[in-house]
């Protein structure tokens, strides 16, 4: 078939005319969508002591694992006595620098996200 | 054709959609002003203005006027959404035919179109007619479902383009590609189409053929 034909044909104006309720449609769902209240942002300040308060833990961990692995005579009594050590290190720790209001910052920041999460998902 | 009144802006011209945009910009872009600041009646006017030719570009892709609808609708219901984000670099009716593109073609490829295979449409009634015996009807649907089985790219990019009145750049701005990819799609998508409507409309060879022998 020639080019000009396919042209011919497909340049047809259709003519299509929109149904007589076809912008009370649009304007009901238009209406609907402008009264509901936006999705709340998601709240990265409120989140963020809390990804402070575990990034400070981990760092103050991962110091006392160096620290017993340092202290350690041989590599192997190391390392067996690091994993007991670091333990009884993060208790110490833990007792010594309020660790208990560390945790329970991080278990507010938890769920402060996972309810935010969950009313921002909810409102869609 | 004479202007016909409209219930909602009192006018609707009966000229294709390109030459309305060219009248109605500043029109549109007053009645987004009026969206933004709260107005959301001012929202039918644009409804108004562009809903046939969105409804027509929906069909063009679909063939189905209920699904048309719903597609034309939901375009409507992003603009509306998106008002803001339109930057004003371009005309209001550019960035909505973009939107609805772009609705349209990720509808159609969730839920392709319903679509007669080729294969199953009727034979030619006499491959000695110049035209295999069909009436012009029966040419469009052919020539229309051939279209329809086109791979996705070539399919968009044919739809729009006879859309938008052959106008290539309109059609990269509402496919958001390079003009030279347009060409080179529509190339490529008229030579599938030969290839496939050559055994409905073969004898447009012997017709070439017949008038060169005559000369």
New interface residues.
């Given amino acids: 078939?020639?080019?000009d034909?396919?042209?011919r044909?497909?340049?047809?104006?259709?003519?299509?005319?929109?149904?007589s309720g076809?912008?009370n449609?649009?304007?009901a769902?238009?209406?609907r969508?402008?009264g509901t209240p936006p999705p709340l942002a998601f709240p990265l300040w409120r989140a963020l002591p809390g990804w402070v308060a575990a990034a400070i833990t981990v760092a103050l961990a991962l110091a006392g694992v160096v620290r017993e692995a340092r202290g350690s005579a041989t590599a192997t009594e190391g390392i067996a006595k690091s994993v007991s050590g670091v333990v009884t290190a993060w208790l110490a720790i833990w007792a010594r620098d309020g660790g208990s209001w560390i945790l329970l910052g991080l278990v507010v920041s938890f769920v402060a996200v996972k309810l935010s999460l969950r009313a921002v998902s909810g409102q869609r | 054709m004479q202007p016909v009144a409209n219930n909602a802006t009192g006018w609707e011209a009966a000229e294709s959609y390109r030459k309305r945009s060219y009248v109605s910009a500043a029109e549109d872009q007053a009645a987004v002003d009026r969206v933004l600041a709260g107005d959301i009646s001012a929202f039918e006017e644009l409804v108004c203005r562009w809903q046939k030719p969105l409804v027509n570009l929906a069909y063009r892709f679909c063939r189905d006027r209920g699904r048309a609808e719903d597609m034309a609708q939901e375009a409507f219901l992003r603009a509306y959404r998106s008002l803001k984000k339109w930057r004003r670099e371009s005309a209001f009716s550019t960035w909505l035919f973009a939107l609805a593109t772009n609705l349209y073609c990720s509808e159609l490829r969730r839920i392709p179109a319903r679509n007669v295979p080729l294969r199953e449409a009727p034979e030619p009634i006499d491959s000695r007619a110049i035209d295999g015996g069909f009436d012009e009807q029966e040419r469009e649907r052919v020539v229309r479902t051939a279209v329809q089985g086109l791979p996705a790219k070539y399919r968009e990019t044919l739809t729009l383009f006879y859309f938008h009145e052959m106008d290539i750049a309109a059609t990269a701005q509402s496919l958001a590609i390079a003009e030279g990819t347009v060409k080179a799609r529509l190339n490529r998508g008229r030579a599938i189409l030969r290839h496939k409507l050559a055994k409905w409309f073969s004898s447009d060879w012997r017709q070439a053929a017949g008038d060169h022998a005559r000369r």
Avoid: C, G, Q, W
């Fill in positions: 078939m020639r080019d034909n396919v042209d044909v497909l340049a047809k104006n259709d003519e299509l005319v929109p149904s076809f912008t449609s649009v304007m769902a238009v209406r969508e402008a």
